[in-house]
């Protein structure tokens, strides 16, 4: 039976079997989640909703009994979606599903036409002559496929973050990418695109996997194709946004704290839930529970961090502002709700026992432990990085992730709250013992 078919069944079963619960889930992490992708919903970096959103977490964390409840802000160059509309007018009309990238270019207000070049993946783009593309509009195609890691979404990402870049240098006047998603219906993922100092910015859009089958079937038959394009969102510079931030605090102030990362900006298409309203949730019902335990002996700082879907921009503002503040170490949660499968560590080896009474914490959760290192994620990594700290990944199984990310599926009832539950029950095993942990903690 087809694979693809498979798991669209499952997802169908998730979300029926979500449905149709008379009452939700009490916990923290979902009421966290569904207050917030419902009294909210969508929050672009830079819009007003991301501002409403900070107004609602700095409200609730309070609310929650967290100490030092603050929002930092900071500017950003922003970007403002506009009107989307992709046509295939030759050699067959056939209209196409389509979503802007952050960063693209506008058309005008009418749109353009061209020749629309189909180049089978990322490398077949870069390969193409200098000025190939003059006048023409580039399709990026790739074969993106789902697996529990979520390791595919490095590589075939080029597609959507350095393809509209390329294209432009090769001549192109607009770009459109085959989706960054492993779903099989007519939605199509958004994202963010950067454009190379130098490089003149062009219109740049993501179709539908079915729209992207349909441009790669016509293609193969050796017709000429054309576009009518429509793409009128457009960069703003200075746009506000900001970090929301609270703390569990230390019974000793001395030692360095933990890191918890997640962002709570989101895509405007969906309601943001599993990227990364879920993450917020996680870690903070994570770091409630630890204190019903008892005051931890550091303290553990949450980051709500601000714009990381436009560049990152939170978890860089972070680090600067709170440079000369030590840490000890980070993690983060970024990859939606589904389980924690594995645990990884970037500690130095003097840790090495800590690393060992984690993973032994976390073996009845069924997660085992992973032999690569951790890398924490977009939103602590700034200051992973400036300050070295130690690292532990609590990997979540990504087989469905990307058939949901950037879409306008990403919605509450994809997110099962038994799957939500055993997440921040591995975050409070954790945090039970690194928060509590006299010694130094090292990174590598």
């Not at 349909?214 to 793409?231: D, E, F, Y």
């Not at 990997?395 to 099962?416: A, E, I, M, S």
Request: aromatic residues 6%.
């Amino acid at each position: 039976m087809n694979t693809a078919f498979l798991r669209a069944a499952a997802l169908s079963a998730l979300v029926l079997s979500t449905a149709a619960r008379a009452d939700e889930p009490q916990t923290t992490a979902w009421r966290i989640l569904a207050d917030l992708t419902t009294e909210i919903g969508p929050r672009l970096p830079g819009s007003p909703r991301e501002a409403a959103a900070r107004d609602w977490a700095v409200a609730r964390l309070s609310a929650l009994g967290l100490a030092n409840v603050r929002s930092e802000a900071f500017p950003i160059q922003g970007w403002v979606r506009g009107e989307e509309t992709a046509r295939l007018t030759a050699p067959y009309p056939q209209a196409l599903h389509i979503t802007a990238l952050g960063n693209s270019a506008p058309t005008p207000a009418g749109g353009i036409s061209g020749e629309l070049v189909y180049f089978p993946s990322f490398q077949a783009l870069q390969a193409a002559p200098d000025g190939a593309l003059k006048g023409k509009i580039a399709f990026i195609d790739h074969a993106m496929r789902a697996n529990q890691d979520g390791s595919g979404y490095g590589p075939y990402g080029q597609a959507r973050r350095q393809g509209p870049s390329v294209a432009a240098a090769k001549g192109a006047v607009a770009v459109v990418i085959r989706s960054i998603g492993t779903d099989h219906v007519r939605n199509p993922h958004t994202g963010v695109t950067n454009f190379a100092k130098g490089a003149a910015a062009i219109p740049a859009g993501a179709v539908s996997n079915p729209d992207a089958d349909l441009i790669a079937r016509v293609a193969r038959s050796g017709k000429p194709m054309q576009l009518a394009l429509t793409l009128t969102g457009k960069p703003q510079a200075n746009l506000p946004s900001g970090n929301v931030i609270a703390e569990v605090p230390g019974r000793d102030p001395s030692l360095p704290a933990i890191l918890l990362g997640c962002h709570l900006d989101s895509w405007d298409l969906g309601t943001g839930a599993i990227d990364d309203a879920s993450g917020c949730a996680i870690i903070t019902d994570a770091a409630l529970r630890l204190r019903a335990q008892g005051q931890p002996l550091r303290t553990v700082r949450l980051l709500w961090a601000g714009s990381e879907e436009l560049g990152g921009f939170g978890g860089q503002a972070y680090a600067a502002a709170h440079a000369d503040q030590p840490h000890a170490l980070a993690m983060e949660s970024d990859f939606g709700a589904d389980r924690v499968w594995r645990v990884r560590f970037r500690l130095a080896e003097a840790n090495r026992p800590l690393a060992d009474r984690v993973a032994a914490a976390l073996a009845p959760l069924g997660i085992v432990r992973g032999n690569t290192v951790a890398n924490g994620g977009t939103d602590v990594e700034p200051m992973i990085e400036r300050q070295k700290l130690a690292v532990i990944d609590l990997d979540q199984d990504g087989t469905r992730y990307f058939d949901l990310h950037h879409t306008p599926d990403d919605t509450l009832d994809k997110v099962d709250p038994v799957q939500l539950e055993q997440n921040v029950q591995a975050w409070t095993a954790v945090l039970g013992i690194v928060a509590n942990e006299p010694g130094p903690l090292g990174g590598l």
